[in-house]
């Protein structure tokens, strides 16, 4: 029983239901406040968190209550180093993406940070939960938040049409998670993990169950096909809005893979369902990263460059998997993908803030209309050149030690895999070296850009943070790989038999 | 047999305080009636009477389905007063009415005999054409007091007709001894075809695709507030009667009447689903979701479990009270608007807060999003379903898939408009904010702590 992992839950939640309550345009600083209170406590978490647990004592901070005798599942929450490590993503950025908006005018604002509140709570349960039904419930609350934030403040002619089939896609691709789970669980004891991982079920079976789980898992990514309602939806959000979604949220399904995935129905990895994954990834690398280069709007062009991250990330955990399955033990692929995963939250995020910073600037997205903004923004310049190196994986940037490795264990699966994997290196200094030059440098509307000036301090505050990450990760990866080392030895283990 | 006795005297009481003065009185009438009797209900006195006659028997799931229908039912009565208050006259009659109807739900709850079930559908129905044109200026509620009573009529055929085939074959109306000739006889023709006789009159009163086509118009037509109560009490009635009996009655031939379910359940769940998507109006829209929530329903014949009865109560409870969620924010801008289309709702989130959460908890309780009460009963049924008939649950589930999608509709012209289509100056009553803080909660704790529910109710 740990009050720690309990208060880490419920402070967001609680909250949310203060800033809701509270009518003021001061919430937004008690919203603030509650944010970094959250950040404090996972430092404090991370502080006393044992790094090298043993197989047995991975799980720390552990909760288990019993909750419902109805449906046999157990409040069960704990923590092992990779719910570490994106709990860390979750606390750093939110208080992140709060500060972002300071300088904003959402119009009901007490909502607006009462959502996102609400959205963190949603998020630590989905890192935290040990028990399916848990999982499923807090998978499905953080889309509540999400949509409200994109519907109520986004882009006002085209929002409906895009919530709407952002929250179809997504909440489809859920049911179908759902059902999956729920046969997985008639087959075992309980909604606990480790009775779902131990569940009977044949290889059919377990097929047709990867397929159901993997739908929900690849509309939140995205994974290639099912990704058109990623671009829209990122392009016409509030600027926290992509924020939320592409640099937290989207980690959930990254994680879900790992932690609810794999180590459930290992038998179709080794199938054919396992090499059409690792595909339909590399597709989306290229695929997106293609698009990207010919994108005008600056939101739309860092959307598809997530697309194309996210399908890197994919394809390295489905090479080891298939490797391991194959009984080779390799954790490499989710390794590299987890610290890719943390390393894609901070650069996204910064990305997206440049690009909102940029559009307060000229008051477009149109890049090919922007244009000599270093000339008097210098500080601007700096900062969002390093998040851009992060992005495109320069030695030394967090980017690189995540891609490298991605990279070494889509290699050793397949070289042809691995090379056309790995032209994302190339394609995403391609995109983001167009952006940045077209943005900073070239010829710009001099009216504009005496009136632009640099950074504010809200915004200096936050691309600084960021940048802090990018460089520190980028020096010292070794404490986020030895963090998830142990718990991923345990899934992929878990695998092989 | 004490509720029973409390809740008629209850209407006879309210009708006839309708003398004094105009329906006032009889709503107070009623919601002390149905407090007491919910009160009864919980007594360990409420077993008197357990066996009548071989008529009735009063077991745990008539106690369990009797309060979920008159907590429903006391809601609908506190939100009554608003509802009503352009009916200038005749008000107490309505009341008294409802309270009828309800006398009907509860022998149906608590049928034995074939004899009561024939009289706890009539009982049930019968109130109702009346209700569906108490609004007698209204056209649209005229037809719908006639399409319900022609429709009612023909469902009345179609099940006497049914038991007359049954009492020629096995003998008896008792509904036990039915059971044991299904057993002993599967085969018996005569016997299977009044079973299936009977389960179109049933799928005609609980609105199951292809024999729902009154039930849109009907739900349209009728005023608001009976609209809530045909989805709610009316709803859980018939089937809880329908669940009854074929589970007990039927039970020896289930082989014959459950491929037939599984047909109508796919019709059901396409057609609900694909019109209610079609639909402009939130009233019509409501009334296409609740066609499809039978379907859902319907799934609770496959993979039959000592839970199975609490699964459908747990179900119904949940659907009942999101509707009379939906339906009390309706009312209110049904009453300011004149009309129910989803742009009447543009912007109500600014206005009225709670009432538009309300509605949006609701709403998402319908479409089974995890924390409300929906979640829990939908998990429940397809958890249930999912091994003896993977493939309905895959259809149950695509039906969810598109309802979501009319769902959001209403939710979205709630609170995606920047600026509100009310004035300001009209606020609702403090009765119907606290029914409104009550469903919300109701819903979420529902969600959130299935247990409770099971405490509440005794299981």
Redesign the interface.
């Known amino acids: 029983m740990s009050y720690l992992l309990l208060t880490l839950l419920l402070l967001p939640l609680v909250g949310s239901g203060l800033v809701f309550a509270w009518k003021n345009p001061a919430s937004k600083y008690l919203a603030l406040g509650i944010a970094f209170a959250q950040m404090f406590l996972t430092f404090y978490m991370l502080s006393n968190f044992d790094f090298k647990p043993t197989v047995d004592g991975v799980l720390q901070y552990e909760i288990n209550y019993p909750w419902s005798n109805y449906i046999k599942s157990n409040l069960h929450f704990g923590i092992d180093g990779m719910s570490m490590l994106m709990l860390l993503l979750t606390n750093i950025l939110t208080p992140l993406i709060i500060l972002s908006s300071f300088n904003e005018k959402p119009g009901y604002r007490n909502t607006f940070y009462g959502l996102i509140l609400l959205m963190q709570f949603g998020l630590v349960g989905v890192f935290t939960s040990l028990d399916g039904l848990l999982f499923y419930i807090f998978w499905e609350v953080t889309l509540i938040p999400i949509w409200l934030i994109a519907g109520i403040w986004g882009q006002e002619n085209k929002k409906v049409q895009f919530t709407t089939r952002f929250f179809v896609y997504t909440f489809v691709g859920s049911l179908f998670m759902l059902i999956g789970l729920i046969y997985v669980y008639t087959h075992s004891a309980s909604f606990a993990l480790t009775d779902l991982y131990n569940a009977d079920l044949n290889e059919l079976q377990q097929t047709v169950i990867f397929w159901f789980i993997f739908f929900a898992f690849a509309v939140k990514l995205p994974i290639f096909p099912f990704h058109s309602w990623q671009a829209d939806t990122y392009t016409y959000s509030p600027t926290q809005g992509s924020m939320l979604l592409s640099g937290i949220m989207l980690k959930m399904a990254i994680f879900g893979l790992l932690r609810w995935l794999l180590p459930i129905t290992p038998a179709p990895i080794l199938g054919i369902s396992g090499q059409i994954v690792l595909v339909l990834a590399i597709i989306g690398v290229v695929h997106g990263a293609l698009i990207a280069i010919i994108q005008n709007d600056s939101k739309r062009l860092i959307a598809y460059s997530s697309l194309s991250h996210v399908g890197l990330m994919t394809a390295g955990i489905m090479a080891s998997a298939i490797l391991t399955t194959k009984g080779i033990l390799m954790i490499e692929g989710g390794e590299g993908a987890l610290v890719q995963a943390f390393a894609h939250g901070i650069n996204v995020v910064g990305l997206f803030y440049c690009a909102d910073i940029l559009y307060k600037r000229f008051k477009t997205r149109d890049i090919r209309q922007m244009g000599g903004l270093a000339r008097v923004a210098p500080k601007f310049a700096i900062l969002f050149l390093v998040i851009l190196l992060g992005s495109i994986a320069l030695p030394l940037t967090n980017g690189f030690v995540g891609e490298f490795i991605l990279i070494k264990s889509i290699f050793d699966y397949s070289i042809i895999a691995a090379v056309i994997a790995g032209t994302t290196m190339i394609f995403s200094s391609v995109y983001l070296f167009r952006f940045y030059g077209k943005a900073m440098f070239g010829e710009g509307d001099e009216r504009i850009l005496e009136t632009a000036g640099d950074l504010t301090g809200v915004e200096f505050a936050v691309l600084a943070s960021l940048t802090v990450f990018v460089i520190l990760l980028g020096i010292f990866p070794q404490p986020i790989i030895e963090m998830v080392n142990t718990p991923l030895k345990f899934i992929f283990t878990s695998m092989m038999n | 047999m004490s509720v029973l006795i409390i809740i008629f005297l209850t209407a006879v009481a309210a009708l006839f305080a309708g003398v004094f003065e105009q329906g006032k009185f009889s709503r107070y009438i009623g919601i002390l009636g149905l407090l007491i009797a919910l009160y009864v209900s919980y007594l360990p006195e409420f077993s008197f009477f357990t066996q009548y006659q071989h008529m009735f028997e009063f077991g745990a799931n008539a106690a369990l389905f009797t309060k979920i229908t008159i907590v429903i039912t006391i809601l609908l009565f506190f939100i009554a007063g608003f509802a009503f208050s352009n009916h200038r006259s005749h008000q107490s009659e309505l009341y008294a009415l409802m309270l009828f109807s309800l006398c009907g739900g509860v022998i149906l709850f608590s049928f034995q005999n074939l004899v009561t079930l024939f009289l706890g559908i009539e009982i049930l129905s019968i109130p109702l054409y009346v209700l569906a044109g108490s609004n007698k200026t209204d056209l649209r509620s005229n037809e719908a007091s006639i399409k319900y009573f022609l429709m009612g009529a023909f469902a009345t055929g179609f099940l006497l007709f049914g038991v007359a085939l049954i009492y020629g074959s096995s003998g008896s109306f008792d509904l036990y001894k039915i059971h044991e000739f299904a057993v002993t006889n599967p085969k018996n023709l005569m016997f299977i075809l009044g079973a299936v006789l009977m389960l179109v009159a049933l799928a005609f009163k609980v609105s199951l695709a292809p024999f729902h086509m009154w039930s849109p118009d009907v739900y349209q037509g009728s005023p608001s507030l009976i609209t809530a109560f045909m989805m709610s009490v009316v709803k859980i009635s018939a089937f809880f009667a329908f669940f009854k009996l074929m589970t007990i009655g039927f039970l020896g031939i289930t082989g014959e009447w459950i491929n037939i379910i599984g047909v109508l359940i796919i019709i059901t769940l396409f057609l609900a689903n694909v019109m209610g998507l079609a639909q402009t109006n939130a009233k019509r829209m409501l009334a296409y979701s609740s066609v499809s929530h039978v379907g859902y329903l319907t799934l609770i014949f496959y993979g039959m479990n000592s ?1 199975s009865s609490y699964n459908l109560a747990f179900y119904l409870f949940a659907y009942s009270l999101a509707t009379v969620g939906v339906m009390m924010c309706l009312i209110w801008v049904e009453k300011l608007k004149r009309e129910t289309s989803y742009n009447a709702f543009r912007g109500l989130a600014h206005t009225e807060p709670i009432l538009a959460v309300t509605a949006t908890v609701s709403l ?1 309780s319908m ?1 089974g ?3 409300t009460a929906g ?2 009963g939908k ?2 049924i ?2 249930q379903a ?2 003896s008939t ?1 493939f309905l ?2 259809v149950a ?1 695509l039906g ?2 598109i309802s ?2 009319y769902y ?2 209403l939710i ?1 012209a709630m ?2 408009p ?1 600026e509100s289509s009310f004035k300001t100056s009209e606020k609702v009553s403090l009765t119907y904010n606290i029914v409104a803080v009550f469903i919300i909660f109701a819903l979420v704790a529902m969600g959130v ?3 409770l529910f ?1 405490k509440q109710f005794g299981l």
């Open positions: 839970l998402l479409a999003i995890p924390l979640f829990m998990f429940a397809f958890a999912i091994e993977p649950v895959l589930v969810s898939a979501i999608a959001l509709r979205m609170f995606f920047k702590f299935p247990d099971a």
